[in-house]
């Protein structure tokens, strides 16, 4: 019997779900820059600093970026860490990571790249100072599994930032899921001629665990010093653990 899981607010076998999330992030990977400063108003770029801000990323440090897509976050830590440091760009989807890679190489760097599960890291244990994902950890199946993997690879010390949408201030509730299921779809029918990974986007937002539940979550797959910081009246929450 196939274990199930959750594609939006569809049940599915787990086996189906990275296929299908494959398919969401491949239609609209040359779009997904575009789409999301349309969504937010911008305002993704203001979270993803305060991230950067957060991460405190010193010369010489080793730094993955999971689920890193067009590499943002990549690419920010690449100017802080100099040629003495390490930041490495991996996500699960190919199409995404070729947006990505190629953003860097016209930004003048040369990160390493790989086409990774983060369920599954191909990296050493106590590898790196900093971990990060970024819009990612909810369409991943097991989120526990990956969480695990990212506290495994960082070094004692280290420390991982989770960005990711998450409960909005219950009297914005109602506006934001006006704005969710009737305006997301059809910005994305507009601008990436697809409205159904937006339909998604908006449902795995509802599935993801809250703030206190995600942190709960890091504290039990080991990560120490748990906290998170809420953005955009919580429709965005930061967290951050430590590997002590």
């Given at each position: 019997?196939?274990?199930?899981?959750?594609?939006?607010?569809e049940?599915?076998?787990?086996?189906d779900?990275?296929?299908?999330?494959?398919?969401?992030?491949?239609s609209?990977?040359?779009?997904?820059?575009?789409?999301?400063?349309?969504?937010?108003?911008?305002?993704?770029?203001?979270?993803k600093?305060?991230?950067i801000?957060?991460?405190?990323?010193?010369?010489?440090?080793?730094?993955?970026?999971?689920?890193?897509?067009?590499?943002?976050?990549?690419l920010?830590?690449?100017?802080?860490?100099?040629?003495?440091?390490?930041?490495?760009?991996?996500?699960i989807?190919?199409?995404?990571l070729?947006?990505?890679?190629?953003?860097?190489?016209?930004?003048g760097h040369?990160?390493?790249?790989?086409?990774?599960?983060?369920?599954?890291?191909?990296?050493?244990?106590?590898?790196?100072?900093?971990?990060?994902?970024?819009?990612?950890?909810?369409?991943?199946?097991?989120?526990d599994?990956?969480?695990?993997?990212?506290?495994?690879?960082?070094?004692?010390?280290?420390?991982?930032?989770v960005?990711?949408?998450?409960?909005?201030?219950?009297?914005?509730?109602?506006a934001?899921?006006?704005?969710?299921?009737?305006?997301?779809?059809?910005?994305?029918?507009k601008?990436?001629?697809?409205?159904?990974?937006?339909?998604?986007?908006?449902?795995?937002?509802?599935?993801?665990?809250?703030?206190?539940t995600?942190r709960?979550?890091?504290?039990?797959?080991?990560?120490?010093?748990?906290?998170?910081?809420?953005?955009?009246?919580?429709?965005?929450?930061?967290h951050?653990?430590y590997?002590?």
């Amino acid at each position: 019997m196939n274990d199930k899981t959750h594609f939006g607010f569809e049940t599915v076998d787990e086996k189906d779900k990275a296929r299908r999330v494959a398919g969401v992030f491949s239609s609209v990977a040359t779009k997904y820059d575009i789409m999301n400063d349309l969504m937010s108003g911008g305002m993704h770029r203001l979270w993803k600093a305060f991230t950067i801000q957060i991460a405190n990323v010193k010369r010489g440090e080793k730094v993955l970026d999971v689920a890193g897509g067009t590499a943002d976050l990549s690419l920010a830590f690449a100017k802080r860490v100099g040629d003495t440091g390490q930041v490495w760009l991996t996500d699960i989807n190919h199409a995404m990571l070729s947006v990505g890679r190629d953003r860097v190489v016209d930004k003048g760097h040369l990160l390493p790249v790989a086409q990774c599960d983060a369920e599954k890291l191909p990296f050493p244990d106590d590898y790196f100072d900093l971990v990060t994902v970024a819009f990612g950890l909810r369409n991943m199946t097991h989120k526990d599994a990956a969480l695990a993997e990212m506290r495994r690879v960082l070094r004692p010390g280290g420390r991982l930032l989770v960005l990711e949408f998450s409960r909005i201030w219950k009297p914005l509730a109602s506006a934001y899921d006006l704005y969710s299921f009737k305006v997301l779809p059809w910005l994305g029918q507009k601008v990436a001629n697809d409205s159904a990974s937006y339909q998604y986007l908006a449902e795995s937002i509802r599935m993801h665990p809250d703030q206190e539940t995600l942190r709960q979550m890091m504290d039990t797959v080991g990560f120490e010093r748990t906290e998170y910081f809420n953005l955009a009246a919580g429709a965005v929450a930061l967290h951050r653990g430590y590997k002590l």
